[in-house]
């Protein structure tokens, strides 16, 4: 258990659809980081926030955004949902220094 | 652009012998590396992690070895058991904290 944890662990929507995707990192973690990693594909980093502000950006879609809160928690919005969005979507936290640390990830099905 | 890749997506080992699985990267400005396991239907579990300033670094039955000449970091790993079937992956941070995978060697274990 890496200590940071992901609600919820599946999600069944339709396309065009909007769902939130929440993270909370381990505890002290200020740095929060969200990936996709599609079946059978590497991981796709999206974003990463520290302390609240957004720190780096990946390929994120428009269709996406993301947020990090005063309590440090994390939110993953997707809207518009198509079916390539379907995906394992993981949540991961560092202290802010090197070691980051992943969440067990929420499986998106879109159909 | 930057990356960091895998040489080979599969690499089957028999029980007991030592597994290496290598990996090349471009970005010659990261100055960290860290190999993580994802078991199936799992997040990334960090293994091991290295500084640019080292070339070698140990840990439980793993050793990463990095080649900065060349580009190039490898996991070993002693005496492979079934538990260490999984999908590897090296990553790099980046100056701005991005975290890049590479797209994972699946390790087989041979009976």
């Known amino acids: 258990d890496s200590g940071v944890t992901q609600t919820p662990k599946h999600l069944i929507t339709a396309t065009g659809q909007r769902v939130t995707l929440r993270c909370s990192p381990r505890?002290?973690?200020?740095?929060v980081y969200w990936y996709q990693q599609s079946l059978d594909q590497g991981l796709q980093f999206l974003i990463q926030?520290?302390?609240?502000?957004?720190?780096a950006k990946g390929n994120i879609l428009e269709r996406f955004s993301a947020q990090q809160f005063p309590d440090l928690h994390s939110e993953l919005n997707l809207s518009s949902l198509e079916l390539g969005d379907s995906a394992l979507y993981f949540c991961a936290s560092s202290a802010g220094g090197d070691r980051v640390y992943f969440g067990p990830g929420t499986r998106l099905t879109v159909l | 652009g930057e990356s960091v890749g895998l040489h080979l997506p599969t690499l089957s080992v028999q029980e007991g012998d030592n597994s290496i699985i290598n990996c090349a990267y471009s970005n010659s400005a990261s100055d960290y590396f860290i190999w993580y396991k994802q078991e199936s239907g799992k997040g990334p579990q960090f293994i091991i992690d290295i500084r640019s300033n080292m070339d070698k670094r140990q840990g439980q039955r793993v050793t990463v070895l990095l080649n900065k000449t060349v580009k190039h970091l490898s996991l070993q790993i002693a005496a492979t058991q079934p538990g260490d079937s999984a999908v590897y992956f090296c990553a790099e941070k980046e100056r701005d904290d991005k975290i890049i995978f590479g797209k994972g060697t699946r390790l087989h274990i041979l009976p």
């Open positions: 505890s002290g973690d200020l740095s």
């Open positions: 926030y520290y302390n609240g502000e957004e720190r």
